[in-house]
């Protein structure tokens, strides 16, 4: 069990396979890219396989999420889904991604053992898309969300995030279209993730902005604190349901008291939130021959010293030292 002072009990893993990504968004890194790791430094497949066997096996973990980066840059990626479903004690398995490529690798993905996917897709607008990503690939998203529909990875889930003067007034639309084509859509307020550390909270599209634009053309109901559990999103029924809409306010409404997750980085290290400064390496441990047992207590004892919550509504919160392409969404 991954238990830490505060009695939360992580269950829920999430795994980065790669720092790379083939967009180049506003709110995660610079136009130029980054200083990728280099392949030395990157978990093997073998060794991906491993830690995610020990945390279904000895540390109660049954769920898991595979990011990057973009994890579909992984050429293993087919091959470690169809291990990972293989496991004793199989856990749930999706995937974030920016959807150029799933086109390609929905079927396959479906096959493996994959469950469902969340794509992120901020804006309906072609010309947006690639102010926003710096890249001309929208149409190639949704191709991929649609080939994730035909193959069965749902709920396909749409992750939107709103930013002033460029999307902020396509809340209704957004949502309009994916009813239409029976997504999932959630709105995640901009985090202080960027590379650039150019994030300001002063004129975020909050939680509440959101809110009240979707509100000028649906009439959206409360799901409740009872069927939202630990999941990050408060998801709202629209015109009376069946179809929900999902706002994830991780800097205006925090749920760090329910969080129930651990992060394994593309270079194997254990992140206890998101947010943290501090890592645990489990890479050397790995290499050094460590029994599961010794890998399984190092995560453990890593897990036990988890903050109370990210603090980003603290004045003196410092920025993490990695973008959020290096650590997993």
Not at 18 to 23: F, G, I, M, P, V
Not at 110 to 123: F, Q
Not at 151 to 161: D, E, H
């Amino acid at each position: 069990m991954l238990i830490d002072t505060y009695g939360r009990v992580a269950t829920d893993l999430r795994v980065s396979l790669t720092d790379r990504c083939n967009l180049r968004c506003t709110y995660c890194m610079p136009e130029e890219g980054l200083q990728w790791l280099a392949k030395p430094d990157l978990l093997t497949d073998d060794e991906i396989v491993r830690l995610i066997g020990i945390a279904v096996a000895e540390l109660g973990v049954e769920e898991v999420r595979f990011t990057g980066g973009e994890p579909l840059l992984r050429p293993g990626l087919v091959g470690i889904v169809e291990r990972v479903a293989a496991l004793p004690a199989r856990p749930g398995m999706s995937l974030t991604t920016n959807g150029i490529g799933l086109k390609r690798t929905a079927s396959a993905l479906k096959a493996a053992g994959l469950d469902r996917v969340n794509v992120s897709l901020d804006t309906l607008r072609p010309d947006v898309f690639k102010t926003l990503t710096r890249r001309d690939r929208h149409k190639d998203v949704v191709d991929g969300l649609y080939a994730a529909r035909e193959a069965g990875l749902t709920p396909v889930k749409v992750n939107s995030v709103l930013m002033p003067g460029l999307n902020e007034d396509e809340a209704p639309d957004l949502l309009a279209w994916a009813v239409r084509h029976d997504y999932e859509l959630r709105f995640i307020e901009q985090m202080p993730l960027d590379a650039q550390h150019g994030w300001k909270r002063d004129g975020m599209i909050t939680a509440g902005d959101i809110l009240t634009s979707l509100r000028t053309r649906f009439e959206l109901t409360a799901e409740g604190s009872d069927k939202r559990g630990s999941a990050p999103a408060e998801r709202w029924l629209v015109d009376g349901g069946p179809h929900v809409v999902g706002v994830i306010a991780s800097v205006t409404r925090p749920f760090c008291s329910a969080c129930d997750r651990t992060r394994l980085t593309a270079d194997g290290q254990v992140r206890t939130c998101l947010f943290a400064r501090e890592e645990t390496d489990l890479r050397a441990a790995l290499r050094s021959d460590a029994s599961d047992e010794e890998i399984a207590r190092i995560w453990r004892l890593a897990m036990w010293g988890k903050k109370a919550g990210a603090g980003l509504d603290d004045p003196s919160f410092v920025q993490p030292d990695r973008p959020m392409s290096a650590i997993g969404g």
